[in-house]
Each structure stands twice: as C-alpha cells, then as structure tokens.
C-alpha cells in the first residue's frame, strides 16, 4: 500500500509501505474511510521537533475493522470505528480515572494517513457507531478521533461550568472545538482569540459570543475590557508556545482555571506567577 512517511522538515513522501498486519492477539487492522492533518503534526514538520527516521504520518482515524487479534472480544470486523491517537487498555488505573491517553500500556498509534492501519489494544481504543454511517457524517466523526476529545478535555480540565466565562487561546481545530464543548457545558459567554476571518465564523457558529483579534499583553488587555478588570472563569490554552501559555494564564481571573492542551514547547512557568 501507499502512505504519507515523514522524513525530516518539510519533507513529507507518500511512498510504499508495508501494509499493516495483526502482530499482537489485542490488535486490529482497520480500512481507514477519512484521516488528516493534526495541528500536532506541523512541529516536526516544521522541525520543531527531530525526526530520527522516516514516520508513518497519521493519528487521526476512522474506519471499517477488517481483521482483529485472537484476545480482542469487544470489536468485530465490518464494523464502523473510531479511536484515538494513544492506545489504551482502558482497565488500568489511570484508565478508571479517564486519562486514557496516560494509560499505563499506551502505545502512540502513528500511520493513519494510508488505506489501513493496525490499532492496538483494539477494545480499549476503539469505539464502534452503531450503525455504518453515511458518507456526509465521516468528517464530523473523524474529529472525535482527537480534536473533538482534546477540546472537550481542555474545556473540562478549565473547569467550565454553566453560567462561567470562558476564553480560548487558538483557533485552530481543538480551539474551535473547545469553543463548541464551552458552549456544550454551559458557558455564558465564550471569547475566541482569532485573527483569521473564516475561522472566526466558525466559531461563532460553534457559540462564540466575542472574537478578540489581538495577541500577547494587547490580547489578555482586552480580555479584561470585557470582563470589567476581572478576568474569565475558565481559558483554554490551545497552542502551546511561551506567548500563547502567558496570555491564557493573564487572561484568568484569580481563582479560574485553564486548561491547557496545545503540545507545549519550550514552555516556561514562573511558579509565583501561578
Ligand atoms: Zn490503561
């Protein structure tokens, strides 16, 4: 088969590959219907971060099983999955506790960009629809498979509540999606830090009710124009760098939470600060 290998900065090759096969009893091998791009995948794209050797590209997944390991009990071939880009067991401790994504046998699932996929711990991982859904409904699906789940994540670990204010650092995909699981949970009112028009829309449609176009201190100074000097209740960190991780801590109002799920590099805390 052919797939999308990262081989060092800027250089992406779609190129033959092997074509995945049940190696552990607790895997399965996926058809893959929809993948793509994660905001992730641009830092070592980018060479933020090192690539050491040619990467099969791709965690975000959805398809049909086509095959599963002797152990697997819950997933049966031809039914519509989903799942995340860590494996896990979803038994151990951490599991129980729902951080599936420090599961104490995670296995980082990498090369979904290709026609198929081996998955491990498949009955961990994978979540199957009940039915085999409609083409139209794969790209809303396929988000579940990460964005979704970390903007959820960023929106509950901030502590968001019915009623609070709430800022989003990042409008990418997982910024636009915490937008959305805000407004979910609840949220009186939801700030969007953009400067992209189209990305705006969208998160006035997903519940927007403000857009803050600007960045940095100028960024935070407008967060505390609209919330008379107080700060919101709960911000959402979506980017991961040093300015991004300031702005969403002096947005916070004293007390409040963020939540923070942008890949942080070279992130520095000052402990006081906090
Ligand atoms: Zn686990």
Same mark, same amino acid.
């Given at each position: 088969?052919?797939?999308?290998? *990262?081989?060092?900065?800027?250089?992406?090759?779609?190129?033959?590959? +092997? @074509?995945? %096969?049940? #190696?552990?009893? /607790?895997? @399965?091998?996926?058809?893959?219907? +929809? /993948?793509?791009?994660?905001?992730?995948?641009?830092?070592?794209?980018? !060479?933020?971060?090192?690539? /050491?050797?040619?990467?099969?590209?791709?965690?975000?997944?959805? !398809?049909?099983?086509?095959?599963? !390991?002797?152990?697997?009990?819950? #997933?049966?071939?031809?039914?519509?999955? #989903?799942?995340?880009?860590?494996?896990?067991?979803?038994? $151990?401790?951490? $599991?129980?506790?729902?951080?599936?994504?420090?599961?104490?046998?995670?296995?980082?699932?990498?090369? +979904?960009?290709?026609?198929?996929?081996?998955?491990?711990?498949?009955?961990? /991982? =994978?979540?199957?629809?009940?039915?085999?859904?409609?083409?139209? *409904?794969?790209?809303?699906?396929?988000?579940?498979?990460?964005?979704?789940?970390?903007?959820?994540?960023?929106?509950?670990?901030?502590?968001?509540?019915?009623? @609070?204010?709430?800022? &989003?650092?990042?409008?990418?995909?997982?910024?636009?999606?915490?937008? *959305?699981?805000?407004?979910?949970?609840?949220?009186?009112? #939801?700030?969007?830090?953009? %400067?992209?028009?189209?990305?705006?829309? =969208?998160? %006035?449609?997903?519940?927007?009710?403000?857009?803050?176009?600007? %960045?940095?201190?100028?960024?935070?100074?407008?967060?505390?124009? =609209?919330?008379?000097?107080?700060?919101?209740?709960?911000?959402?960190?979506?980017? !991961?760098?040093?300015?991004?991780?300031?702005?969403?801590?002096?947005?916070?109002?004293?007390?409040?939470?963020?939540?923070?799920?942008?890949?942080?590099?070279? &992130?520095?805390?000052?402990?006081?600060? =906090?």
């Amino acid at each position: 088969m052919q797939g999308a290998v *990262l081989y060092g900065p800027r250089d992406v090759r779609f190129e033959e590959r +092997a @074509a995945p %096969r049940i #190696i552990a009893p /607790t895997d @399965a091998v996926i058809k893959i219907s +929809a /993948t793509c791009v994660c905001g992730s995948d641009l830092w070592p794209y980018r !060479g933020i971060n090192p690539t /050491t050797e040619p990467t099969p590209m791709g965690h975000e997944y959805c !398809g049909i099983v086509e095959e599963v !390991g002797r152990a697997v009990t819950s #997933i049966k071939p031809g039914q519509f999955v #989903i799942g995340s880009f860590f494996a896990s067991d979803n038994t $151990c401790p951490h $599991c129980h506790a729902g951080y599936q994504t420090s599961c104490q046998h995670k296995e980082f699932v990498g090369g +979904a960009q290709a026609p198929s996929l081996r998955v491990p711990l498949a009955d961990g /991982t =994978l979540v199957v629809t009940p039915e085999i859904p409609s083409p139209d *409904l794969i790209p809303s699906l396929l988000a579940l498979s990460d964005v979704m789940g970390t903007g959820w994540f960023a929106a509950d670990a901030a502590n968001v509540k019915a009623g @609070a204010t709430v800022a &989003v650092v990042g409008d990418g995909a997982v910024g636009l999606l915490g937008v *959305l699981s805000a407004k979910q949970m609840g949220a009186a009112r #939801i700030i969007a830090m953009s %400067r992209h028009p189209s990305r705006q829309k =969208l998160a %006035r449609e997903f519940g927007a009710t403000d857009i803050v176009t600007e %960045r940095g201190d100028e960024g935070v100074a407008r967060i505390k124009d =609209l919330t008379r000097g107080v700060g919101a209740d709960a911000v959402l960190e979506c980017v !991961g760098t040093q300015e991004s991780m300031m702005q969403a801590i002096h947005s916070t109002r004293p007390g409040g939470s963020v939540g923070y799920v942008g890949v942080p590099h070279g &992130v520095e805390l000052d402990g006081e600060q =906090l």
